[in-house]
């Protein structure tokens, strides 16, 4: 089975849409996957995620199944740097969360306090039940960090979500602590991750992934990546954000 992960094209989060540069990667990345033979689709049911599946169902003429569980992830917290307001879960300044160990342990990462008192780790569980439930009835069951196959197939699976929501269904699948994930890797809009599955031995499978945050659909085109989903390069970078 193969699984793709897209990030909605560029957005415009005070209408939860897309600019007219997201519209423009949401066709790109129609032309690319209306060419594969994909078994079903599955978004989330935030307007921007919407937005960036429409234009490849219409080329396809199917429909997709929308899932609360695929919106941005929604869990705020009291970051250590901002008093007067709660925040995302995954942006922290560097130098807060890199200076906590377990953050970088996938087994402890919630436990921290900031999160604890949040519980946090409800809102993670509540996700990754679901797309193992979902993932089940694909014919894969979740045990432990491998997959049960009790149905092999090479069904293609596509989730038109958010960076957020893609950095725990990430970590999830690869045991990996989501903070390194939301902190020190980018998919920029309208970019597509891949899993495959891998079943070595008869009925025990694991997922592997073969490309992250990939944006050749842009590419081709002469489309630029945003940079919706960075921070400036450098702290004198007037045109690039800080926050």
């Not at 415009?12 to 066709?27: C, F, I, N, Q, V």
């Not at 921290?112 to 979902?134: C, E, I, K, S």
Request: glycine share 6%.
């Amino acid at each position: 089975m193969k699984i793709l992960i897209v990030r909605h094209g560029d957005p415009d989060y005070e209408h939860d849409s897309l600019t007219p540069k997201g519209r423009r990667e949401a066709e790109l990345l129609a032309e690319r996957l209306s060419g594969m033979d994909i078994s079903k689709f599955y978004v989330s049911p935030l307007g921007r995620a919407k937005a960036t599946a429409a234009p490849t169902l219409e080329r396809m003429g199917r429909t997709a199944t929308e899932c609360e569980w695929l919106r941005e992830f929604d869990a705020p917290i009291d970051r250590p740097d901002v008093t007067d307001r709660k925040m995302i879960t995954w942006d922290w300044l560097p130098q807060d969360w890199t200076g906590e160990p377990l953050f970088f342990d996938y087994e402890k990462w919630m436990t921290h306090p900031v999160m604890a008192r949040d519980d946090v780790g409800a809102q993670y569980r509540w996700v990754t039940d679901n797309f193992d439930r979902l993932l089940a009835s694909h014919g894969y069951v979740h045990e432990g960090r491998i997959y049960r196959v009790e149905q092999a197939n090479r069904d293609t699976l596509v989730f038109f979500c958010h960076f957020g929501l893609e950095c725990v269904l990430l970590s999830h699948i690869l045991g990996v602590s989501p903070m390194v994930l939301w902190h020190q890797v980018c998919a920029a809009p309208s970019s597509v991750t891949t899993l495959v599955t891998e079943e070595r031995r008869e009925g025990i499978a694991i997922l592997r992934m073969t490309g992250f945050g990939d944006i050749s659909h842009l590419y081709k085109h002469g489309e630029p990546p945003s940079f919706q989903a960075r921070f400036c390069e450098t702290f004198d970078s007037p045109d690039e954000r800080h926050d």
